[in-house]
């Protein structure tokens, strides 16, 4: 049963998620702005990979702290994803317009994410849950391990990316397939 309570420990994690999202944007497309003007580009992206790591541990924290304390709310399950896709976007757009990770790969990540969004607003329409799989969790572990490794410049971020991308369409899949099952558009 989802708590009532809006202004509980995961909802201000997945809050500061959202916020630190385009923090993380402004470092990394930002680089050559006056106010880091004597700062070697590889130091912001470091501070991006580190708001990035901190921002990811909020959400392993959001999620471990609301089922095992009951704090789910409706308000957490809006925002939790909504701060993931955030986190995500402001990672693969920022590294995309730094020429650190393929254009198509971010292109179909974040068409798959689009996508699915729809879907769960239909879904939702019709009375349906369509909450995160095991899969759309996995993928989300994999696209931010591919960010993180990418951020880093350390070798095998790209053919992390294009794991994320499988298991994204995948995890894509998966959802079209069960929104299907249970719905009247058969």
């Not at 702290?65 to 704090?71: K, P, S």
């Amino acid at each position: 049963m989802a708590s009532s309570q809006i202004f509980n420990i995961p909802n201000i994690l997945a809050f500061i998620r959202l916020l630190l999202a385009p923090v993380m944007f402004l470092f990394l497309v930002n680089q050559d702005a006056s106010i880091f003007k004597g700062i070697h580009p590889s130091w912001l992206n470091y501070f991006a990979a580190f708001i990035f790591v901190l921002a990811s541990a909020t959400d392993f924290f959001d999620g471990y702290i609301a089922r095992t304390f009951n704090q789910i709310t409706v308000l957490g399950s809006i925002l939790d994803p909504l701060a993931d896709k955030m986190l995500t976007l402001a990672g693969f757009l920022g590294l995309m317009i730094l020429g650190s990770a393929s254009p198509w790969a971010i292109f179909l990540i974040l068409t798959r994410e689009l996508f699915i969004t729809g879907l769960r607003v239909s879904a939702v329409s019709q009375g349906l849950d369509i909450s995160a799989s095991w899969m759309g969790k996995v993928k989300t572990v994999m696209q931010m391990i591919a960010i993180g490794f990418l951020l880093m410049g350390w070798p095998g971020g790209e053919a992390l990316l294009w794991t994320a991308v499988i298991l994204t369409l995948y995890s894509g899949y998966e959802y079209v397939r069960d929104f299907f099952k249970h719905t009247s558009l058969k």
